[in-house]
């Protein structure tokens, strides 16, 4: 399975280190928010290195949501706790504090190269949200993220499958909403899976935007500026002076 280069096991227990973590999410996701930068003061590992690790190791359901608790750091020892009825996921450091829990229903599939496959669409509509999204939405609304700690968080994440086995699924952008509330913004993302040539499935993803202000269009082209900027430098920014994710 291709994810088991971005953790390692320890005791029995899940750990994420920052290299593998950040290398998830600029190879995988496209995602080259500085806060995944193995040096960062701030550092996160991506949502959707979690959600990958969950379908990986369980199986893709007909039926998932995903909703995110708590910001995890590297180096956090996580235990993946399943119900006895299977329907409740939930990943929990040694602590009991919850970073992620996930239910689901339906028929589930364990077949490695559908499971990767729908995680790499997945996932790769992630690195699409900004600029490519939110940009618009964000203007279209008269407002925008602090320009010096742009706050992008996910919230929860949802898919509705009509059928299992979709060969090069792709993920289409079907609709795209942001409500303000004060200095909050709630984003609604909704895709349709395509997959052959037809819609086989819906899937939907919620993110938090923080510390809202009014839309400034030189800010923002600063700060898209140095999200291309970032990108340039490539998928192993950082990894030079860290220990290597074993088998990149």
Not at 27 to 50: K, S, W
Not at 171 to 186: D, Q, S
Not at 192 to 201: A, D, I, P, R, Y
């Amino acid at each position: 399975m291709f994810s088991e280069q971005f953790y390692s096991v320890q005791d029995g227990r899940i750990v994420i280190s920052a290299p593998q973590a950040s290398y998830f999410a600029k190879e995988i996701a496209g995602d080259f928010n500085p806060i995944h930068d193995p040096d960062a003061r701030r550092f996160c590992v991506p949502g959707d290195l979690l959600f990958t690790l969950v379908v990986s190791r369980f199986g893709l359901s007909a039926n998932m949501t995903f909703k995110f608790r708590n910001l995890l750091g590297a180096e956090v020892p996580l235990e993946f706790r399943e119900s006895d009825n299977g329907e409740t996921i939930n990943v929990v450091d040694e602590a009991g504090k919850i970073y992620l829990e996930v239910t689901r229903k339906g028929a589930i599939t364990r077949d490695e190269q559908v499971i990767e496959e729908f995680s790499r669409c997945y996932v790769a509509a992630s690195g699409k949200n900004f600029p490519h999204t939110l940009k618009p939405l964000m203007e279209s609304n008269g407002v925008m993220f602090n320009p010096d700690r742009p706050m992008v968080m996910y919230e929860s994440m949802s898919l509705a499958l009509t059928q299992l086995e979709n060969p090069q699924p792709d993920l289409e952008l079907n609709n795209a909403g942001l409500e303000v509330a004060g200095k909050r913004g709630n984003v609604t993302l909704e895709y349709n899976l395509q997959s052959s040539g037809k819609t086989v499935g819906e899937v939907s993803k919620r993110l938090v935007l923080g510390g809202l202000r009014e839309y400034c269009p030189e800010a923002m082209a600063g700060i898209i500026e140095e999200f291309y900027r970032l990108k340039a430098r490539g998928t192993r920014w950082g990894m030079e002076s860290a220990d290597q994710p074993a088998g990149l």
